[in-house]
């Protein structure tokens, strides 16, 4: 009888021991989705400084014929350049990404994602991270010449009489940069999230 009962033992052991161990989440899941809603915020800043991005000047000119100086209203709208355009077309689709993404690594606190999800995110941010890093240079490029303009190619700086619209302009860059180094972030612990699963 006891060597029935110290043989069930050693088998149950056995078993015990041969049953897999639950996988371990890794990463930092509560840092993930910090930085999704830090994401957002930034995004959702930028798209609203940029979209608000008008401003009017009046700008005296005189003419031979007439002997008073009259004024000429001229806009400057984020609209008149392309590359703006470009910036508030990022900054629209990463925002949606971001909040979407937040809501999907609600399952990272849980627990329950899976490597394929943790990749998907991986190669999502890379991609997104790429979008808003052409899109912040090429708003960026716009906003040095209008700060300090471009002698070799005649283009006047217009920042000392647009003053409003080139802060607005400043603003939305660099809420698009810190999007891309949020987007890095999150590229890194996904990465170091799917390392630690592989261990």
């Known amino acids: 009888m006891a060597t029935v009962d110290a043989t069930t033992a050693e088998s ?9 161990a639950p996988p371990r989440a890794g990463g930092f ?3 993930d989705l910090a930085l999704r809603l830090l994401l ?11 979209a608000t991005a008008k401003q009017t000047v009046l ?8 002997p008073q100086v009259i004024f000429v209203s001229m806009p400057a709208k984020f609209k008149d350049s392309p590359a703006l355009i470009y910036l508030l077309v990022a900054l629209c689709v990463t925002c949606f990404y971001s909040l979407l993404t937040a809501l999907g690594s609600l399952k990272l606190i849980s627990g329950s994602s899976t490597p ?24 960026g490029g716009v906003a040095w010449i209008g700060l300090k303009g471009n002698s070799h190619t005649r283009w006047n700086k217009i ?13 939305a860059v660099f ?25």
Do not use: E, W
Not at 12 to 20: C, F, H, N, S
Not at 117 to 134: G, P, S
Not at 186 to 193: E, P
């Open 116 to 139: 394929k999800t943790l990749f998907l995110l991986l190669l999502l941010d890379v991609f997104y991270a790429a979008v808003m890093a052409l899109a912040t240079g090429s708003g």
């Open 12 to 20: 149950g052991g056995k078993d015990a021991a041969a049953a897999p």
């Open 175 to 199: 809420l698009g940069l810190v999007a891309s180094i949020v987007l890095v972030l999150l590229a890194a612990l996904n990465a170091y999230s799917l390392y630690r699963r592989s261990r």
């Open 40 to 50: 957002f915020a930034s995004t959702l800043a930028g798209l609203v400084v940029l």
């Open 59 to 66: 700008f005296p000119v005189t003419l031979p014929q007439l």
């Open 159 to 171: 920042c000392d009489s647009y003053g409003k619209f080139c802060r607005h302009i400043g603003a």
């Open 29 to 31: 899941p509560g840092a």
